[in-house]
């Protein structure tokens, strides 16, 4: 006959600074990706991620199948220090975030945060599309005529394997 297994009570007190039954929570120093959450290091990488999604929109979209090896490797280095960027103002509001998820504040910053990275990238959705509209033999003139841009390679042609089921540029940012 089945006997049901019987699981220990897992509860947490929001208030207890022990952290329940689990223990204490994380206490991690962030400070090498930002010492603050209003400091002038993590408000001047906004200012400057919302102007250089900006500016590579504007520089690259509608262009990318026209660029040399050179305009290529500068713009996959733009789009690189771009990404560089959000993913440490993300990591950085996330693990503050999963240090205390009971703290208003600080789920307050991290949904901040990911409505800013998500306003600021949204223009940047055609980087991908476009690559992948590259036919492959120009991609690959292009690969070996720059040995700096070869090395994009394996992340080149990983991304050109979601060719078959992207969507169009206007139902990837919506309306």
């Known amino acids: 006959m089945f006997k049901p297994v019987q699981f220990p009570e897992f509860t947490y007190d929001a208030a207890d600074p022990t952290g329940g ?3 204490d929570l994380p206490d991690w120093n962030l400070d090498d990706l930002y010492p603050s959450t209003d400091g002038p290091e993590i408000t001047n990488d906004l200012a400057q991620l919302e102007k250089n999604c900006a500016s590579f929109a504007s520089d690259y979209q509608g262009e990318l199948d026209g660029l040399t090896a050179d305009g ?3 713009c996959i280095e733009r789009y690189e220090d771009i990404q560089n960027v959000a993913g440490r ?3 950085f509001a996330g693990l503050r975030y999963y240090q205390n998820t009971t703290d208003a504040d600080r789920s307050k910053f991290m ?8 306003n600021f990238t949204t223009p940047l959705v055609f980087f991908s599309l476009e690559i992948n509209r590259i036919d492959d033999d120009v991609m690959n003139n292009l690969l070996n005529a720059n040995e700096k ?3 994009y390679k394996p992340i080149l042609d990983n ?3 979601m060719k078959p089921p992207q969507f169009t540029e206007e139902i990837e940012t919506g309306p």
């Open 21 to 23: 039954n689990f223990g």
């Open 149 to 151: 841009l070869a090395r």
């Open 111 to 118: 949904a901040d945060m990911q409505d800013a990275i998500t």
């Open 89 to 91: 103002i993300m990591s």
């Open 159 to 161: 991304l050109r394997k």
């Open 72 to 74: 290529l490797l500068n």
